[in-house]
């Protein structure tokens, strides 16, 4: 991480990893497939998690709340997990790389999509299942980045109870907005 912030994630090499890291190319490899890796390690466990934590919810909460719950719950795993500061510097180097932020943009569209086939597997319909997943998610994600920006790292859970909040009282706003009267073109 620490070559990635000083020269920028391009300009290092895996040989140049393994050296400050004190590895062996082949151990470098036994552990990733390419310098990437080092940065999106275990995210193919957030799309699992994500779906298990939703199948896993009592039957008779709405959809959203399942999301909700399912986010909460695995975003708590996630932070006990990591150091705060790593994830302050893992963002720094995926925010300097057009490669990387699409390659976060995958890791979160996976676990939106694991967790919306959950929903469907709970009986959702498959558009609404999808609708509560990205609403959640954009939630998660509000929450991990102020959660990464403050400076309590055992403050992940304000920070998603404080997004959901905000939600709801956004929504509770929310009304149809009318269609358009047609315009007179031809009177």
Do not use: C, N
């Not at 190319?25 to 990437?36: E, G, L, P, S, V």
């Amino acid at each position: 991480m620490d070559l990635y912030l000083e020269r920028g994630f391009e300009s290092v090499s895996v040989a140049e990893i393994t050296e400050r890291a004190g590895l062996t190319r082949r151990t470098f490899f036994r552990h990733f497939a390419d310098k990437r890796e080092v940065l999106f390690a275990g995210a193919e466990q957030l799309p699992i998690a994500l779906a298990a934590a939703a199948r896993a919810a009592h039957p008779d909460l709405p959809p959203l709340d399942v999301a909700l719950g399912a986010l909460r719950t695995v975003g708590i795993a996630v932070v006990e997990r990591v150091e705060h500061e790593h994830s302050r510097a893992r963002r720094e180097v995926i925010r300097s790389s057009p490669e990387l932020q699409e390659r976060e943009r995958t890791k979160l569209a996976a676990s939106t999509s694991a967790l919306a086939e959950a929903m469907h597997e709970r009986g959702v319909a498959h558009d609404t299942g999808a609708f509560v997943s990205r609403i959640a998610v954009a939630v998660f994600e509000t929450a991990f980045a102020r959660w990464v920006d403050g400076d309590d790292p055992a403050g992940f859970t304000d920070h998603f109870d404080h997004a959901v909040s905000e939600l709801a009282a956004h929504s509770s706003r929310l009304e149809p907005i009318p269609k358009a009267a047609p315009t007179g073109h031809g009177s």
